[in-house]
């Protein structure tokens, strides 16, 4: 069952009403969950379900289960099973014959996505990227022609060179939203070009606190690359017009999409300096 990602007033009335029916909580950190049903008046034997005990922790619930008992699986945070433990349990209850019922709720992936406002009806849920940069870069260059939106979480110690790599990797013009703090006191949704996010986040220590949600735009769909004579057009313009200027009437002249005439004209402005 989902639960909120930072706002406790975002738990659903069915997610309650689960809550207090079930005998027991399968927990990632049983203190974190039994804070959330302190706080709606629940009280409930709470199981330990973490990553490295989740096997164990399998067997505790399907002995309860076996037993006629009900058990209800939280974790921190939003959903189980979406980048946190999960899936195991889930598959060896219904392997075992139970059935497995979702209570749908709280995702940062999604509730990023939400206000990202990119048309795009695919996405791509990556979730962590490597942590070590040359791997990092490596699945990013993979994931390159994607054209699916992608989401990504995102540690705070890591963010910016994050931003860095995703604007290397997939070229400045994308846009990005980071959305940091989602439903907590210091929510920040920030959009922009990938060109701009690390030096957006570098320009205050506020703006790398706390947890990420970083969401790309996809690839361009093959033939809207801009070709050589949007290229000419762009480079004629940049002579003489602001970058946001000179990209707005290259794409109305040329039809090429916004987004790689950006790239194209931060290249262009990069290799001038
Ligand atoms: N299962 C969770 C879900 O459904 O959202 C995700 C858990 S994952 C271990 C934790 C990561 O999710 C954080 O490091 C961060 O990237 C993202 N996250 C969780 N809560 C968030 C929030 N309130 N705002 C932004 N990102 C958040």
Redesign the pocket.
């Known amino acids: 069952m ?1 639960t909120p ?2 706002n406790l007033r975002d738990i659903g009335l069915r997610a309650l009403d689960v809550l207090s029916g079930v005998d027991a909580v399968a927990a990632e950190d049983t203190r974190v969950t039994a804070r959330l049903l302190e706080r709606h008046g629940i009280a409930k034997p709470l199981i330990t379900a973490r990553e490295h005990n989740e096997r164990r922790a399998s067997r505790r619930v399907l002995d309860l289960l076996a037993s006629g008992k009900a058990v209800a699986l939280a ?1 921190d ?4 099973a ?3 433990p999960g899936a195991l349990l889930v598959s060896a209850a219904r392997a075992a014959g139970y059935a497995v019922t979702p209570v749908p709720g ?4 999604v ?2 996505l939400s206000v990202a406002g990119f048309a795009n009806p695919h996405f791509l849920f990556h979730g ?1 990227l490597p942590s070590r940069a040359a791997e990092r870069r490596g699945v990013l260059a993979g994931l390159a022609r994607e054209r699916a939106t992608l989401v990504f ?3 705070p110690h890591r963010v910016r060179e994050c931003a860095a790599d995703l604007a290397a990797v997939l070229g400045g013009g994308r846009g990005i939203v980071i ?6 006191l210091y929510e920040s949704i920030h959009v922009c070009r990938l060109a701009e996010a690390e030096a957006w986040l570098a320009a205050d220590p506020d703006r790398i606190r ?4 970083l969401v790309v735009e996809g690839a361009p769909p093959p033939g809207r690359e801009a070709g050589g004579e949007a290229r000419r057009t762009l480079e004629i313009l940049l002579e003489s017009l602001p970058v946001s200027r000179a990209v707005a009437l290259a794409a109305r002249l040329t039809g090429a999409r916004r987004n790689d005439l950006y790239r194209l004209a931060l290249e262009m402005k990069g290799r001038d300096q």
């Open positions: 989902a990602i930072g974790c945070a939003g959903t189980p979406i980048s946190d709280p995702n940062a992936a509730a990023a962590f979480h995102e540690a959305a940091r703090e989602l439903t907590k706390g947890e990420f949600v």
